[in-house]
């Protein structure tokens, strides 16, 4: 998992080994030996995760901490406080400030590679949350009903406590109940599976010193479930459990807690899992109240142009280096017109849909395809080159041409082939939304010009694809020929 971790410390050495460490394990390191450059790097670069000293001269970790999470641009970077210092009282001060984890010094390179792989993960599903939040809001804007996120307040909480130890499950309960609204306790997986999937709950507190099942199996289990799959998981181990522990986090926990329990920062894990849950919550409520404002389109499900606009608008303020580069494919149904006035727009109408479900199962989860207008589509590619947008516009080219259509009419089967064009940009050429979908527009006219059934790169050329032959089709050699040339 690639990511860009910052580093901060005073010491050069302490920074020089995390740095080496980090490095080996392929992420990208930016180091900082002050609080102030510290959060000037952090708004600059927008790191996904923070190692941060806590003892520095003049601003000490702890004052960092607080000035990133008081910051819109900061304050959902994970930040983990690296220090000397073991008590409680300071981890319980780290925690209260918004840190999200603490590491001891000399770091455990298992614990240390665990967090980081756990909260780069939940650094990137809250960035996407944040930015449908962000689209919505505008789109929202213009209609005078803008969402409020509001997560200041706390209401009590339904939590979920597997625990085979009745002396240690009656401690922890002893502890929760004055944030809790419902406590159900369970000593086994089966049970803690069947109460989740009967009733909602904000948090799992789970043992990892079950004596009779295995925990890990219950967070695979959880995490492959669709009900269960954003129900916050906090782990309970030993010290001296930390492989096993960083292998609960990368199945999909979010934090843990070491025996033996402290009061206040049970209390306060606890607290901030389920606020982040509630956040994720109102979020996911935003977006499908932003849904409402007829963002898609109604025949294909895609997203519409209005939407379109909005998210690559998006994107293009948050590009902010060679590695976070933005592409966008425009692709159009040749001789769509023929289809359309042979067959009827029914049978087009079908061949839409097609495209779209086609388009779908050729680009990554977190792309974006809209409908941009009658036959033409957009794709929308964060983080990605030009080179790999190209790619990906060549295998859905071959997609589309490669199998002939299956519809209701008749005639059974009509090979369609698309013209595709591409175009990028990084932070170093900046462009408009407008200039950029000029330019992709651009490419795909070179495309049809160029004979069609072929992908465009906006400045350069690619070799057409060759047209389709597919036999046992039951439309007509001439009709098919017709279709394609």
């Given amino acids: 998992m690639s990511a860009r971790v910052l580093v901060v410390d005073d010491i050069e050495v302490n920074v020089k080994l995390l740095e080496a460490k980090l490095l080996s394990e392929y992420y990208d390191v930016l180091t900082a030996s002050n609080g102030p450059a510290a959060l000037e790097i952090a708004v600059r670069e927008t790191p996904e995760i923070i190692l941060l000293d806590v003892m520095m001269p003049g601003m000490d970790g702890l004052e960092v901490c607080r000035r990133l999470k008081a910051d819109e641009r900061t304050k959902y970077i994970p930040v983990v406080m690296v220090t000397a210092l073991s008590d409680v009282a300071d981890r319980l001060r780290g925690l209260d400030v918004g840190a999200d984890d603490f590491l001891t010094k000399p770091v455990n390179d298992i614990a240390l590679f665990a967090r980081v792989r756990s909260l780069i993960r939940l650094k990137r599903t809250m960035d996407e949350w944040l ?43 002893q502890i929760l109940e004055p944030m809790t609204k419902t406590l159900v ?43 269960t799959r954003q129900l916050p998981i906090l782990l309970i181990a030993e010290d001296t459990d930390f492989p096993r522990l960083a292998k609960g986090l990368d199945l999909g926990a979010n934090d843990y807690i070491i025996r033996p329990l402290d009061r206040n920062e049970l209390i306060v894990r606890a607290r901030g899992q389920i606020k ?42 948050r590009v902010s280096g060679p590695q976070k580069g933005l592409s966008v494919i425009m692709f159009d149904l040749d001789h769509f017109k023929k289809i359309n006035d042979t067959y009827g727009h029914a049978v087009g109408d079908e061949v839409l849909v097609e495209i779209a479900k086609r388009a779908l199962g050729n680009v990554r989860g977190f792309d974006l395809i809209a409908r941009y207008g009658g036959e033409e589509f957009v794709v929308v590619m964060p983080e990605s080159t030009l080179a790999s947008a190209t790619a990906t516009a060549e295998r859905l080219c071959r997609t589309v041409n490669e199998k002939p259509f299956t519809i209701s009419h008749p005639v059974g089967e009509i090979v369609v082939t698309i013209s595709v064009g591409v175009s990028g940009t990084t932070a170093e050429t900046p462009i408009s939304p407008a200039d950029l979908l000029k330019q992709v527009d651009d490419a795909l006219y070179a495309a049809k010009n160029g004979g069609r059934n072929t992908v465009r790169v906006f400045g350069k050329a690619v070799e057409s694809l060759p047209a389709p032959s597919i036999p046992g089709a039951s439309l007509s050699q001439t009709m098919r020929r017709a279709l394609v040339s």
Avoid: C
């Fill in 185 to 227: 306790t369970v000593k086994t997986n089966a049970a803690a599976h069947a109460e989740a999937m009967a009733s909602p709950f904000d948090l799992l507190i789970l043992s990892m010193s079950l004596e009779q099942d295995d925990p890990l199996r219950l967070v695979s289990q959880f995490r492959a479930a669709e009900a």
């Fill in 276 to 317: 982040r849950k509630r956040l994720q919550e109102k979020l996911l409520h935003n977006y499908k109240r932003g849904m409402a404002l007829a963002l898609t389109d109604d025949l294909t499900g895609l997203y519409n142009r209005r939407y379109l606009t909005a998210h690559l608008d998006t994107l293009l303020r």
């Fill in 131 to 173: 930015l449908r939040e962000e689209i919505n809001g505008r789109l929202s804007a213009l209609s005078g009903d803008a969402p409020v996120v509001d997560v200041d307040s706390f209401e009590p909480a339904n939590i979920l406590l597997h625990e085979d130890s009745q002396l240690a499950a009656s401690k922890i309960k």
